[in-house]
Structure formats: C-alpha cells, structure tokens
C-alpha cells in the first residue's frame, strides 16, 4: 500500500502567522483528503483535493482560510491562514489506495 | 446520507476479558465501513474493513467485526484485551466520492 510522508510532525506558531503542510505520497494517486482533528476531538474532512483542479471543500471550511495545492499527482500541501488558537488541531492528510485509505502520521499544530 | 454513530465514549475493561466496541450506521446504498484506531501520539491504523464481501471481517491484533444489515451495526470486538489495546478506536464509513465519516470515537482503557 502507499506510503505517506507528512511534515512537519508538530509546530507552534504565532497567532496571524500561516503554516504549510506537506505530504508526499510514494506513488501517484488522484485523489488525497485533508482533515483536521480538534483536540478530544474525531476527524473531520477539510476538502478533496485532485490533481489539475481546485480543492473541493466541506460546509464550514474555505479556500482563503485552507488553501490547498496538488501539483502532481504525488505531492499535496495544505497552508492554515492567518492563524488562531482555535486552529490548534492535528493536520492529517489521507488517499484512497487498493487496499483502503492511508493516513499521513498528522501535523500537530499549536497556535499561541 | 451516511453516517456512524459510536454509542460508547469511553469502554473500561480488565485485561483478558472480552472487547466490544459499538457501531451503528446509517447508509443510503451498500456501505463501505472500517474501524481505526489512534494510539496516543501515533497516527490512525486501519484494523479492518467491510467492503460487501464476508460479514464477518477479521483484523489486525485479533480484533473482528461483523456487520448486520438488519440491526444496521459494526461492533467492533476482541476476545481478550491486552494492555496495548488502550487507545482511541474510530468507527468510519466510505461516503459520496470516497469521503470518509468519522465517528466521535471511543476511548478504550485496560486495567491490570
């Protein structure tokens, strides 16, 4: 199955500063997803992000706030904009492969 | 529209005594449902997965689950807890363009 590198593991940032996220995927896949997990929190779906076309995001998440890049079709970034500390949350991204989906290890994120 | 609900927040059980984890579902159409689990600090692990074949699925570390149609369930179970099963266990289904839905999860300890 694929494997996914996430990075970075964990960050602290700065309240209005932005962080991006990146995942690198060991082979070509069309479609990644992003979530965010809020602390004590399940994981919820950010968008969909395919190659060649925009992200498609879910009710209560948009583009100026998680803008999201999928140049090819093995690599995705995910930016959090303008950062809050209602923002700390853990960052995952996922893929479909053959034998179900794969998780990247997540991107702890605390916002101060 | 689909959707998992974890009946269960929190499951206590003493080691070697049986598991069970509760999971209902609500699918429009023949769901695809896996189970999860997060170990603290750790990314998310497939256990294993339902996608229309045996009802019965067998997983990883002894875990099964069974899904009956009827009673609209996936209950997670194990015969005999070990310490190393503490953890954070999601119950999620395959929804509209592959978008996963995930449960609110249940925090399961186990005592010596």
């Known amino acids: 199955s694929a494997v996914i590198s996430q990075k970075p593991s964990r960050d602290i940032c700065q309240r209005g500063t932005s962080l991006t996220i990146q995942c690198q995927v060991d082979s070509q896949v069309t479609m990644m997803f992003w979530y965010r997990q809020q602390p004590g929190q399940s994981l919820t779906l950010i968008a969909t992000a395919n190659q060649g076309s925009e992200a498609t995001y879910e009710s209560g998440f948009v583009i100026d706030k998680f803008p999201i890049s999928r140049p090819n079709l093995t690599f995705s970034t995910l930016t959090v904009s303008n950062m809050s500390p209602e923002d700390s949350s853990i960052y995952l991204c996922?893929?479909?492969?053959?034998?179900?989906?794969?998780f990247g290890s997540g991107t702890r994120l605390t916002v101060v | 529209a689909q959707s998992v609900t974890q009946l269960d927040s929190h499951v206590s059980v003493s080691e070697g005594t049986p598991v069970l984890l509760r999971c209902n579902y609500s699918?429009?159409?023949?769901?695809?449902l896996f189970w999860y689990v997060q170990h603290p600090n750790k990314g998310l692990q497939l256990l294993l997965k339902y996608t229309s074949a045996a009802t019965l699925v067998k997983g990883i570390n002894g875990f099964e689950a069974e899904f009956k149609k009827s009673e609209t369930s996936f209950h997670l179970t194990k015969p005999s807890a070990h310490m190393s099963d503490a953890a954070e266990y999601f119950c999620?289904?395959?929804?509209?363009?592959?978008?996963?839905?995930f449960g609110t999860g249940t925090r399961l300890q186990v005592f010596p």
């Open positions: 999620v289904v395959s929804g509209y363009a592959d978008k996963l839905i």
């Open positions: 699918s429009s159409y023949s769901p695809s």
């Open positions: 996922s893929l479909r492969g053959l034998d179900g989906y794969t």
